[in-house]
């Protein structure tokens, strides 16, 4: 597609459950990211992907947090037992590459914004 | 450890100049680069400083200052469409490390 598309835009769940957050990026792009925003606040990195490989989880903030990526291509970050603290809008970019140099600007997607009650 | 400080928020009048500072701490320091995110919508690239000095696109201009960790961004004519949420980043390494943000006003 023309851009980096996400889904869906919007989750309600019940804390507990699991939730799966897709990421789809721009075609041909080598690079994919994951970040969370609090309403009003900055944006934290959670994971990378360069490939199908993640070379730095350091930002999941806890093992309920889980990222893949296949073919290169689409991501599923995943969130098991969700907690209220959880809420927040999931935010997806990527990049011909890693960052670096004014060639690796980050496409952001429109975000999932999920609500645990 | 790695740290971006930059204003909470900004108000200014239309046609107006403002500029927004950003000061940082980091290893592995690649270049700064800025984001404007209007209210609901996703971050946007508004540019990139790789080496000391000024990088001008249209009524946006970006300083970045090696040797004293900072940067800024500087907006010219403001318009009201200005009015958003605009961040500092900096590439460190393999990702890039966002600051808190700016939340500019701009008033009729």
């Known amino acids: 597609g023309a851009g980096v598309s996400q889904s869906p835009s919007n989750k309600v769940t019940e804390k507990g459950k699991d939730v799966e957050l897709r990421c789809d990026p721009i075609s041909g792009h080598t690079a994919l990211y994951w970040y969370r925003q609090s309403l009003g606040q900055g944006l934290e990195f959670l994971i990378y992907f360069q490939g199908n490989s993640a070379p730095d989880k350091s930002g999941l903030p806890s093992d309920r947090f889980s990222a893949e990526r296949t073919g290169g291509s689409v991501s599923t970050l995943t969130i098991q037992r969700t907690q209220q603290e959880d809420s927040a809008v999931y935010l997806c970019?990527?990049?011909?590459?890693?960052?670096?140099?004014?060639?690796?600007?980050?496409?952001f997607g429109p975000g999932t914004r999920l609500l645990v009650l | 450890g790695q740290s971006l400080e930059q204003p909470s928020e900004v108000t200014a009048v239309e046609g107006a100049i403002v500029q927004i500072n950003c000061t940082y701490q980091?290893?592995?320091?690649?270049?700064l680069s800025w984001y404007q995110q209007h209210d609901g919508g996703a971050p946007t690239f508004l540019s990139y400083?790789?080496?000391?000095g000024l990088e001008e696109t249209g009524r946006f201009s970006s300083f970045l200052s090696r040797s004293d960790s900072y940067g800024y961004l500087l907006l010219q004519e403001l318009q009201m469409k200005d009015s958003a949420s605009y961040f500092c980043a900096v590439s460190s390494g393999d990702k890039l490390i966002f600051g808190t943000g700016t939340r500019l006003q701009v008033f009729p």
């Open positions: 400083n790789g080496l000391d």
């Open positions: 970019a990527s990049s011909l590459r890693l960052a670096g140099g004014p060639w690796e600007t980050q496409y």
């Open positions: 980091t290893s592995g320091f690649y270049g």
